[in-house]
């Protein structure tokens, strides 16, 4: 495991958009996997911005979203597919088949599940996945007691992530379960760039980097991954021992 350390969101944003940019220059038929939330917002507006005023051909890429919050429509702001829809879909005006998300309104979750896994492997796997990290150690939906061995599934939501995550939402709602890639993705991805910004996050970011590998703190699956990148900024690196 790899760890970057930037002076401040907005370098750490800098830069993981460049690596973005940089693997579609690459590999125009990359497949990206990106988590929504506060940490990679700026990421994928600049992602967009760069990709547009480079001229970049990102008519070949796919785009996968991390996770959703099961009953949430995507039309309400909070949810991680208006997050897309609104920061990369729209602005690069990327045609259907370049993108999948999890269908939060589903009456068969066990199929979007599958749905999403065969979409995967039909791509030939992941190139890159850009992950955050939650106040308890989550990745996408992945909550404490995960399996690291899962695919794509679909999870009750824990305690700190239902009330955390009403800071998406403009209205009180009711979050239940969660669906999500699994971290067995993860492991499989051929790169996995997990990010993390500000002072509330270096508690996490210390567990994720310094604890013991453990499926009671999913995030530590980065220290497994061949070539897991822990990219932060000063403040979320500012309880790290090393
Ligand atoms: C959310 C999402 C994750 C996200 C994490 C951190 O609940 N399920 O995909 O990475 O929590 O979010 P934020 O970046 O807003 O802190």
Same mark, same amino acid.
């Given at each position: ?33 990106? !988590? ?21 051909? %990102? ?36 045609? %259907? ?61 824990? !305690? ?19 669906? %999500? ?25 210390? %567990? ?35």
């Amino acid at each position: 495991m790899q760890l970057k350390i930037y002076k401040n969101y907005q370098s750490l944003s800098a830069h993981i958009s460049d690596e973005m940019i940089a693997l579609i220059k690459h590999k125009p038929n990359a497949v990206i996997c990106c !988590a929504s939330g506060d940490t990679p917002r700026l990421t994928c507006q600049l992602f967009a911005e760069k990709a547009t005023t480079q001229k970049i051909d %990102t008519s070949k890429f796919t785009f996968i979203g991390l996770d959703e919050w099961v009953g949430i429509p995507s039309d309400n702001e909070g949810s991680c597919r208006y997050f897309f829809d609104s920061l990369v879909i729209k602005p690069l005006q990327l045609a %259907t088949s370049q993108f999948h998300f999890f269908n939060a309104l589903s009456n068969d979750v066990v199929a979007e599940c599958k749905t999403m896994d065969k979409f995967i492997t039909d791509k030939g796997g992941i190139d890159l996945m850009i992950v955050g990290i939650g106040m308890n150690g989550h990745i996408g939906f992945n909550e404490p007691g995960v399996s690291f061995d899962n695919y794509s599934h679909f999870i009750q939501l824990d !305690a700190t992530t239902i009330t955390v995550g009403q800071k998406y939402f403009k209205d009180n709602v009711s979050l239940d379960k969660g669906i %999500t890639i699994g971290l067995q993705h993860l492991v499989e991805s051929k790169e996995v760039i997990l990010i993390a910004n500000g002072l509330k996050k270096a508690a996490v970011i210390k %567990t994720a980097v310094e604890g013991g590998l453990s499926n009671s703190f999913p995030a530590t699956i980065i220290q497994k991954h061949p070539t897991g990148v822990v990219a932060i900024d000063e403040e979320a690196a500012s309880l790290l021992s090393r």
